[in-house]
C-alpha cells in the first residue's frame, strides 16, 4: 500500500526529510519550516490520488455510459469503508464515491462504487483529492438555504443560514447550531451534521471564517489555530442571537474544534454557548505539535524551537505571524477546568493524524467532557464509516443535555 500523502493541514511528510539535513541547513531553518507548515495555509488542496481507471455501465438509451466504479491509488484512507466526495479537475468536479469493491495489494491500488458524478466528467480525470464532505451545497443535501454575510473584523464572510421546522415538541427549537469546518476545508465539511440538526429543530449556520479561502484572509495571512478564529464564531453567536436565537451549540470539526474552544472561554457572547460537538478536535496543541514532530523524526530541540517560534514574539519573523499564537491556551489537557459547558467529543481511534489520546485524556479530566470512539474512521470521517450511529450519538447526547 502507497504511503499516504499530507493534502492540506498540519505538518508535511517533508519535514522528516528536512530533519534528516539539520548539518546543511542548519536547525533554525528546518524549525522555521516545521513552524510555516503549521500555520501557514495551503494555496490549494492537492489532488494526491492517481486515477487508475473508471469503469463505466453498459450504454443506456437515454443517458450513454454512466461511471460505476473508478480504481485509485491504496491509502489508508481510500481503504477506509464508508461513502465520500471526490474532488477532481482543480477541484471544479465531484463525484460521490461508496464503498470499497475490490483492492489489490500487489498493485497497490483500490477500486470504490461510483454513486454519482455530481459535477465533471469522472472518465477524463487524471487526479483527484478523498474528501469527508458529501454534498458540497446544502441543497445537494436535500436542504433549502439561505446565502448570508457575516461582518468579520477582517470583513465580509459567506454563510449558509438552514431554518429548520419548528418542532414545538423539541428542547431545541429555539437554539442555533454554529457549524465551524477545519484547516484546510470549507464549510462544505459541516453539512454532514444537517440530519441531526433538522431532527432537532435546529436551525444552523455554516460559517467561514478568516484565512479559509472562502472568508477574506487575516492580515498576515496565517491561520491562528484558533487563538484568532474565535472571534469570528463570535460574530457568528451576535448573528444568531439577533435573528430571534436564545442560544447556540457550537460544532467543531479539527481545528474548528480549537476554534469552538476558544469561543466557550473569551467571546462576548460565551454566555449564549449551550454546549460543544466537536469531532477529531484540536484540543491540545502543545501535545499535537509534539506529536507530529516525532512522527517526523525530528529532533527534541528542534521541535520545541518550532514551537517557540508559533509562540514567541521575538521569533514571530520566522512564521509570518503578525501576533504570537499563546499555546499553552490552546492546550486543554494544560486547563481542563475551564471547560464551562458540556462538551461532546467524537474521535476516531484510528486518526493518525490528530490522535484521539488528548481528546481521551480531557474527557478522564473534566466532569463536563463526553468522549465517544469511532473505529476505522481517518481524520474527522467518523460520520462518513457510519453516519447513523454519529447522527443517533449527537441526538441522543443533545436530548439527553436537554432533560
Do not use: C
Not at 498540519?10 to 522555521?32: F, K, M, Q, R
Not at 459541516?190 to 429543530?201: M, N, V
Not at 451576535?238 to 436564545?246: N, P, T, V
Request: neutral net charge; proline residues 6%.
Amino acid at each position: 500500500m502507497k504511503r499516504e500523502k499530507w493534502g492540506p493541514g498540519l505538518i508535511g511528510a517533508a519535514v522528516g526529510a528536512g530533519a534528516a539535513t539539520v548539518g546543511l541547513v542548519g536547525s533554525a531553518s528546518v524549525s522555521a519550516y516545521f513552524a510555516r507548515k503549521v500555520v501557514v495555509p495551503p494555496k490549494k488542496p492537492i489532488e494526491n490520488l492517481k486515477v487508475l481507471s473508471v469503469d463505466f455501465s453498459s450504454p443506456d438509451i437515454t443517458e450513454g455510459q454512466v461511471p460505476t466504479a473508478i480504481r485509485l491509488d491504496a491509502t489508508r484512507a481510500t481503504l477506509a469503508p464508508g461513502t465520500y466526495g471526490f474532488y477532481f479537475d482543480g477541484g471544479a468536479s465531484f463525484a460521490l464515491l461508496g464503498e470499497v469493491l475490490a483492492y489489490s495489494p500487489r498493485e497497490e491500488s483500490v477500486t470504490r462504487a461510483v454513486l454519482k458524478v455530481i459535477k465533471g466528467n469522472l472518465a477524463e480525470a487524471t487526479r483527484g483529492r478523498l474528501s469527508g464532505v458529501v454534498s458540497p451545497t446544502p441543497e445537494l443535501a436535500g436542504y433549502d438555504s439561505e446565502d448570508v454575510s457575516l461582518e468579520l473584523p477582517v470583513g465580509q464572510a459567506p454563510a449558509w443560514l438552514i431554518r429548520a421546522d419548528d418542532k414545538a415538541d423539541s428542547p431545541y427549537r429555539k437554539t442555533w447550531a454554529i457549524m465551524v469546518h477545519g484547516m484546510g476545508a470549507t464549510r462544505a465539511e459541516t453539512l454532514r451534521a444537517l440530519e441531526t440538526t433538522q431532527a432537532l429543530g435546529m436551525t444552523s449556520l455554516h460559517i467561514s471564517y478568516r484565512t479559509d479561502r472562502e472568508a477574506p484572509a487575516a492580515g498576515d495571512n496565517r491561520y491562528g489555530l484558533g487563538f484568532t478564529e474565535w472571534e469570528d464564531v463570535d460574530t457568528a453567536i451576535e448573528f444568531a442571537l439577533a435573528r430571534g436565537a436564545e442560544d447556540v451549540v457550537l460544532f467543531g470539526w479539527s481545528m474548528g474544534g480549537a476554534i469552538a474552544l476558544q469561543a466557550m472561554d473569551r467571546a462576548r457572547h460565551r454566555a449564549a454557548i449551550r454546549a460543544l460537538v466537536l469531532d477529531g478536535p484540536a484540543v491540545d496543541w502543545l501535545e499535537l505539535i509534539q506529536y507530529h514532530s516525532e512522527i517526523n523524526k525530528l529532533p527534541l530541540r528542534l521541535g520545541e524551537l518550532g514551537i517557540s517560534m508559533i509562540s514567541k514574539a521575538a521569533l514571530k519573523v520566522f512564521t509570518g505571524l503578525e501576533k504570537p499564537i499563546d499555546l499553552a491556551r490552546l492546550s486543554w489537557n494544560r486547563r481542563p477546568e475551564d471547560i464551562s459547558v458540556p462538551v461532546l467529543i467524537i474521535h476516531s481511534l484510528a486518526d493518525t493524524f490528530v490522535p484521539a489520546s488528548s481528546s481521551k485524556k480531557l474527557a478522564k479530566q473534566s466532569p463536563l467532557v463526553d468522549f465517544v470512539p469511532f473505529a476505522q474512521a481517518t481524520h474527522t470521517r467518523e460520520w462518513n464509516v457510519d453516519p447513523q450511529l454519529w447522527t443517533k450519538t449527537v441526538q441522543d447526547w443533545l436530548l439527553a443535555l436537554a432533560r
